[in-house]
């Protein structure tokens, strides 16, 4: 019996399955929609949902998380862009550090602000190393968080970044190009990083295709993630989650 939704994550890695998400933009996605989302995403056996985004504007975040828990049994995970997107409703909060960034706001700053609410909450907490990736322009996570995005073809400079976060101690690595970017993050990059970081990885960002979201996950990726391309494609869901878990490799050692 798996006793965290990190132990779920390490788990699948360590039997080389690959995982599929599903983000859920809560200004984006009304209790109607949710629902339509939650029974395509149990019908394609999506393996987590994160909920959140660098900037909400709507005010239902909490009512949304709940309303998700509430109708399947997928693991919920926040996926802040600001303290005020937590809540004790969810399985598991990616507690992140933007890695990539030179901003202390993003690396510490808003963190111990919120650690109170976060320890009272009783979330489990994942540590998370999130490292943005140009994607070709500007994205709100960008803006948000004054951060250099590392530049798309530098993969020495992510391959250091995410060294330095998994020696840190952190226990997941979010490569993100940003919520609709225009080029999502290239398979070299992500291969660069996974061939020598054992934690696991998180991909997202501009992922449109089945076939981008398998390529990323054969360079290295281990969990897939889709937001944008499914809001304006609900079929997407099934064609994604079955092109990420038809990947299957050899035994992973560690
Ligand atoms: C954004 O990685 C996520 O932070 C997902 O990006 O919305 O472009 O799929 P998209």
Same mark, same amino acid.
Request: negative net charge.
């Given at each position: 019996?798996?006793?965290?939704?990190?132990?779920?994550?390490? $788990?699948?890695?360590?039997?080389?399955?690959?995982?599929?998400?599903?983000?859920?933009?809560?200004?984006?996605?009304?209790?109607?929609?949710?629902?339509?989302?939650?029974?395509?995403?149990?019908?394609?056996? /999506?393996?987590?949902?994160?909920?959140?985004?660098?900037? /909400?504007?709507?005010?239902?975040?909490?009512?949304?998380?709940?309303?998700?828990?509430?109708?399947?049994?997928?693991?919920?995970?926040?996926?802040?862009?600001?303290?005020? $997107?937590?809540?004790?409703? #969810?399985?598991?909060?990616?507690y992140l550090s933007l890695i990539s960034g030179r901003?202390p706001?993003y690396l510490i700053?808003?963190h /111990?602000?919120? #650690?109170?609410?976060?320890?009272?909450?009783?979330?489990?907490v994942i540590p998370t190393g999130y490292m943005?990736?140009?994607?070709?322009?500007?994205?709100?996570?960008?803006?948000?968080? +004054?951060? +250099?995005?590392?530049?798309?073809?530098?993969?020495?400079?992510a391959l250091c970044t995410a060294l330095a976060g998994e020696m840190l101690g952190l226990k997941l690595l979010y490569?993100?190009?940003?919520?609709?970017?225009?080029?999502?993050?290239?398979?070299?990059?992500?291969?660069?990083v996974?061939?020598q970081v054992n934690i696991p990885i998180?991909?997202?960002?501009?992922?449109?295709?089945?076939?981008?979201?398998? +390529?990323?996950?054969? #360079?290295?990726?281990?969990?897939?993630?889709?937001? +944008?391309?499914?809001?304006?494609?609900?079929?997407?869901?099934?064609?994604?989650?079955? #092109?990420?878990?038809?990947?299957?490799?050899?035994?992973?050692?560690?």
């Amino acid at each position: 019996m798996l006793t965290s939704t990190y132990d779920k994550i390490v $788990q699948l890695k360590r039997e080389n399955r690959k995982a599929f998400t599903v983000l859920v933009d809560p200004d984006k996605t009304t209790l109607k929609k949710a629902d339509e989302l939650v029974s395509l995403c149990t019908k394609a056996n /999506v393996d987590f949902i994160f909920v959140g985004g660098s900037l /909400v504007v709507s005010d239902h975040l909490e009512e949304l998380v709940q309303h998700i828990k509430s109708s399947c049994d997928i693991p919920l995970l926040l996926f802040p862009g600001s303290p005020s $997107q937590v809540t004790p409703y #969810a399985d598991a909060l990616l507690y992140l550090s933007l890695i990539s960034g030179r901003n202390p706001e993003y690396l510490i700053g808003q963190h /111990v602000i919120s #650690a109170p609410a976060v320890k009272k909450s009783g979330l489990e907490v994942i540590p998370t190393g999130y490292m943005l990736i140009d994607g070709g322009a500007p994205t709100t996570v960008s803006y948000i968080s +004054n951060a +250099n995005p590392i530049p798309t073809d530098k993969n020495e400079i992510a391959l250091c970044t995410a060294l330095a976060g998994e020696m840190l101690g952190l226990k997941l690595l979010y490569m993100d190009a940003g919520s609709g970017a225009k080029q999502p993050i290239q398979e070299g990059m992500i291969h660069a990083v996974a061939s020598q970081v054992n934690i696991p990885i998180i991909v997202g960002g501009g992922i449109t295709t089945p076939e981008k979201a398998y +390529n990323n996950s054969k #360079a290295g990726a281990d969990i897939i993630v889709v937001g +944008n391309a499914i809001e304006k494609d609900t079929t997407l869901i099934l064609e994604i989650s079955q #092109a990420v878990h038809s990947i299957k490799t050899v035994a992973n050692p560690h």
